[in-house]
């Protein structure tokens, strides 16, 4: 079966003509997925600036083989650290710990029922000396305070 019929058979089964396009698409996608893409690799050799003044260092140690690893430069395992079931222990202790706290942060009763009573008994004890009720035009002071600040500023000398 050729794509053709594959079409005429889609159409004829009450499918809409753009049923083919998720399947264009994919295909599309998969196509692209085989553009050479070694143009857009940073890291590849020769992509120095030859303005640079290390440029010629660079490219020489770039070209320059390295010496290559041996199995005697592989680390030994570290002694200092703790084995998988000490660690399985000290996560269990910790959710242990958490639950522990939980429990006990709910038991402790909720006192911050009726604030309001609460609030209005604490503003009782201050004296009255030192109580001061806002004043209607609070917004108008503050933006002729800040008005007036702004224009007796001096803005700070150019830089030199």
């Known amino acids: 079966m050729n794509w053709l019929q594959a079409a005429r058979r889609v159409r004829g089964a009450g499918f809409p003509l753009y ?3 998720p399947l264009c ?3 599309a996608l998969a196509l692209a997925g085989c553009a050479q893409t ?3 690799n940073p890291l590849k ?4 600036n030859p303005d640079s003044t290390i440029s010629a260092e ?4 770039s070209r320059a083989p390295g010496p290559y690893p041996r ?5 030994a395992l570290s002694t200092d650290v703790r084995p998988v079931p000490a660690w399985r222990t000290a996560v269990v202790t910790e959710w242990g710990e958490k639950r522990q706290t939980e429990r006990e942060a709910a038991a402790i009763p909720f006192t911050l029922a009726n604030s309001e009573a609460w609030a209005e008994k604490t503003r009782a004890h201050i004296p009255l000396s030192e109580t001061s009720k806002p004043v209607p035009n609070v917004a108008t002071q503050s933006e002729a305070f800040a008005a007036a600040e702004r224009a007796r500023a001096t803005p700070p000398p150019p830089p030199q």
Do not use: Q, Y
């Not at 660079?58 to 140690?61: E, F, I, R, T």
């Not at 199995?71 to 680390?75: G, K, N, V």
């Open 71 to 75: 199995f005697s430069d592989i680390p």
């Open 25 to 27: 698409a994919g295909m």
């Open 38 to 40: 070694s143009a857009l």
């Open 58 to 61: 660079v490219n020489a140690v």
């Open 45 to 48: 050799v020769g992509g120095v």
């Open 19 to 21: 049923a083919g396009a």
